[in-house]
């Protein structure tokens, strides 16, 4: 029981202790998968559309980024003071350009997912570091056992040697989907917290509770 609440405690002191200025802090994440002979053009348009998002009222921060083994793969990373900026944001010319520039070079349509933060750490990324963006569904009966399961994954992860960042986001039209997005200083980072025991005893505990496949991608932060 004692082992439970200091996970608990440490789950909760997470949240607190990061970068969020408001608990009403909106997330989008999303993917674009661009024709192999396009990535350039994709990746000049992501470009472009974070160039103008980080101008606009109420954005936090916007992150794209390049999948290291499969490079015509992109993810983008929003964060926006609340959801009425998020929704501001995506009426603006900003969000119509980027899909006007990408609807002749992407193979599937440009997929956005707004979350809800759950569990973020202090906001931090670098050029050269290592990103592991992870989709994880679980069952929906146990998506309380499995967000608990998270949050004390995620207090454990952040002391990991080599962690920059680790964020818990749940979809706010799907609760019992979630995002993970782990910043690490490199592969052997990454690998050294696969091997750690509350990634193993997390991922066994998961998998009976996971609707899907634990989808991880590893990507690299595009300047």
């Known amino acids: 029981m004692l082992r439970l609440m200091s996970a608990a405690a440490a789950a909760l002191l997470l949240v607190s202790a990061g970068s969020i200025a408001s608990a009403q802090e909106a997330y989008v994440v999303s993917y674009a998968e661009a024709n192999p ?3 350039g053009m994709a990746r000049a348009a992501l470009r472009q559309y974070r160039n103008a998002s980080r ?3 109420g954005n936090v ?3 794209i980024l390049q999948n290291i083994f499969r490079p015509q793969q992109f993810a983008v990373l929003e964060a926006w003071k609340d959801d009425k900026a998020r929704e501001t ?3 603006a010319a900003s969000a119509k ?3 006007e ?3 002749s070079v992407l193979t599937a349509p440009y997929d956005e997912r707004p979350h809800g933060g759950l569990a973020v750490s202090q906001f931090k990324g670098a050029a050269g570091s290592v990103y592991a963006v992870t989709h994880v569904d679980f069952v929906g009966a146990k998506k309380d056992d499995g ?3 998270l949050k004390t994954l995620a207090a454990a992860s952040v002391k990991d040697r080599g962690n920059i960042r680790y964020d818990v986001l749940q979809q706010t039209s799907r609760p019992n989907h979630l995002t993970l997005v782990e910043v690490w200083h490199g592969v052997q980072a990454l690998e050294g917290h696969e091997a750690a025991a ?3 005893t997390f991922r066994n505990d998961a998998l009976p509770m996971t609707g899907a496949l634990y989808d991880q991608r590893l990507y690299r932060l595009v300047n």
């Open 37 to 39: 002979a396009n990535v």
């Open 55 to 57: 101008k606009e009222d």
């Open 61 to 63: 921060r916007v992150e």
């Open 89 to 91: 944001h995506a009426a």
């Open 97 to 99: 350009a980027l899909h």
């Open 101 to 103: 520039h990408l609807s």
């Open 147 to 149: 967000i608990a399961a």
């Open 198 to 200: 509350h990634t193993k």
